[in-house]
């Protein structure tokens, strides 16, 4: 008896337009960011996700004065150290646009392709893969456009991550790099 093919994440991806929708719900969240931050210098933002749940919100951090993208990395200040880590009036653009459609039913596909018994770790690995590159790329494409810079008072050196819960930080800055290059023709 052959297995079914699983469930990937570029099936989800393309059936619900995550990528667009993600972006929509950033610049939303860009606008709430500037007035919740009352214009202060940013000099953190970032993604925190959690592919097994379907987790996606961003964080941002406030400079201190003087600080800047590069001492909040030297100092090893992730978003649980930031101003802002989960801002309730930014978080809510997220908690109505995509949690309430989407976290439920990626958490119930996630642990499908993870069952002991009928699950694919190959299908898990991949969709969870999936859902992280399509938040990079999400990432990248709000910083090309000039979303972050035109919402939000930036340092000049803001400091951009997508990070999941209780990942290595060197690596998944290493990711996001490698899915910038490829969207600007390098990789």
Same mark, same amino acid.
């Given at each position: 008896?052959?297995?079914?093919?699983?469930?990937?994440?570029?099936? %989800?991806?393309?059936?619900? $337009?995550?990528?667009?929708?993600?972006? =929509? #719900?950033?610049? &939303? !969240?860009?606008?709430?960011?500037?007035?919740?931050?009352?214009?202060?210098?940013?000099?953190?933002?970032?993604?925190?996700?959690?592919?097994?749940?379907?987790?996606?919100?961003?964080?941002?951090?406030?400079?201190?004065?003087?600080?800047?993208?590069?001492?909040?990395?030297?100092?090893?200040?992730?978003?649980?150290?930031?101003?802002?880590?989960?801002?309730?009036?930014? %978080?809510?653009?997220?908690? $109505?646009?995509?949690?309430?459609?989407? =976290? #439920?039913?990626? &958490? !119930?596909?996630?642990?499908?392709?993870?069952?002991?018994?009928?699950?694919?770790?190959?299908?898990?690995?991949?969709?969870?893969?999936?859902?992280?590159?399509?938040?990079?790329?999400?990432?990248?494409?709000?910083?090309?456009?000039?979303?972050?810079?035109?919402?939000?008072?930036?340092?000049?050196?803001?400091?951009?991550?997508?990070?999941?819960?209780?990942?290595?930080?060197?690596?998944?800055?290493?990711?996001?790099?490698?899915?910038?290059?490829?969207?600007?023709?390098?990789?």
């Amino acid at each position: 008896m052959n297995k079914p093919t699983p469930y990937t994440w570029e099936q %989800y991806q393309t059936e619900h $337009q995550v990528e667009a929708l993600w972006y =929509r #719900l950033c610049v &939303e !969240a860009a606008a709430v960011a500037a007035w919740e931050s009352g214009g202060r210098p940013i000099n953190g933002l970032a993604f925190n996700v959690h592919s097994l749940y379907g987790t996606f919100f961003l964080s941002y951090n406030v400079a201190e004065e003087g600080e800047t993208g590069v001492t909040l990395q030297a100092q090893g200040y992730y978003p649980p150290d930031w101003s802002d880590e989960i801002n309730p009036a930014v %978080y809510a653009v997220f908690e $109505q646009g995509w949690e309430a459609q989407h =976290r #439920l039913a990626i &958490e !119930a596909i996630m642990y499908g392709l993870g069952d002991e018994i009928t699950g694919d770790e190959q299908a898990f690995d991949d969709f969870s893969r999936g859902f992280l590159t399509s938040c990079r790329r999400v990432m990248v494409r709000l910083q090309d456009d000039g979303v972050w810079a035109q919402a939000l008072n930036l340092t000049g050196d803001c400091w951009y991550q997508v990070t999941e819960i209780d990942a290595d930080q060197d690596e998944e800055e290493r990711l996001l790099e490698e899915v910038r290059a490829q969207m600007h023709g390098g990789g």
